[in-house]
């Protein structure tokens, strides 16, 4: 089993590419729907929350986890890695969105000229720039961080003429900041459900088209790779499927109301789903 963690929906859209790209495993995805939004809180409590969802995930089985939300990425990871991994198990792992998706980036733009949406938790962490310098130091990057997206998409507002509102508003800071940018990256997994409004807005703003890059196949494709060359980590993992069925198989938790978890993951899903209550919060 794969453990998939966010802290509510957006990392239903990593998930997606990953057991398409990677159907032979079984997977736990767990939304910590209760506390979301993450992108707005200090870096202890992005981390402290984080920390418990990777322990709830090992303690159902889980040896590999992937942090699909880029806040718990930028805030918590390298210190899990560091500090709480070799304590708990120096054999499990945990792995982000940012990393992968920063890879990538240089095969992305043309005008070397490449636009950040993000959380404000993101924004801040600068983990983006951070990465992006010492891969490709002559990208330009310019960070937007954009606070209520994630709020409305939650609260399933985002088909709404006051989320189009904002939407362009983010979009027009972003402008404002670099009009020669040619790629947008959604660094934050709940964007990709305002894709379009996203691609229409800028196309409006920028006056061409912009290639707007979400992380779902980029996080699946890199994490196919880590398992190849992770031989005796992608055999724990498979040691540890839910059942003997060939199909992939995926439970799903939230610290929230299973219901309103199972109606609003639809939403991201297209498929019903029967999600567990999770309970980590004391
Ligand atoms: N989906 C998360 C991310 O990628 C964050 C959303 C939030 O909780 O603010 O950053």
């Not at 790209?21 to 995805?29: A, E, R, T």
């Not at 929350?49 to 990871?77: E, M, P, R, W």
């Amino acid at each position: 089993m794969i453990g998939v963690f966010d802290s509510g929906y957006g990392g239903l859209t990593i998930l997606q590419s990953i057991r398409a790209q990677l159907p032979q495993y079984d997977y736990i995805y767990l939304g910590d729907n209760a506390r979301a939004p993450y992108g707005s809180r200090s870096f202890d409590v992005v981390y402290d929350y984080t920390l418990q969802c990777v322990k709830f995930l090992f303690d159902k089985g889980c040896h590999l986890v992937i942090l699909a939300c880029n806040t718990a990425s930028a805030k918590a990871l390298r210190t899990i890695q560091q500090h709480d991994l070799p304590l708990i198990d120096p054999d499990r792992r945990v792995l982000g969105v940012i990393r992968p998706t920063v890879e990538i980036i240089d095969s992305l733009t043309q005008t070397r000229h490449i636009g950040i949406v993000a959380t404000e938790g993101t924004v801040q962490s600068q983990s983006y720039i951070a990465e992006i310098s010492k891969l490709f130091s002559d990208i330009v990057v310019a960070q937007q961080a954009c606070p209520l997206w994630v709020p409305l998409i939650e609260n399933s507002e985002h088909n709404t003429q006051g989320a189009d509102f904002f939407i362009e508003k983010y979009l027009h800071e972003l402008y404002c900041q670099d009009p020669q940018i040619d790629t947008i990256i959604l660094g934050c997994t709940h964007y990709p459900l305002i894709k379009d409004k996203i691609e229409f807005f800028a196309r409006q703003i920028w006056q061409h088209d912009m290639n707007i890059v979400a992380q779902g196949n980029i996080v699946a494709h890199s994490l196919d790779d880590y398992l190849h060359r992770h031989k005796e980590l992608a055999q724990q993992v498979l040691d540890a499927k839910i059942s003997e069925d060939a199909k992939s198989q995926c439970l799903y938790y939230t610290t929230e109301n299973t219901e309103k978890f199972n109606a609003n993951a639809h939403l991201f899903l297209n498929e019903q789903i029967n999600a567990r209550q999770a309970h980590i919060i004391q």
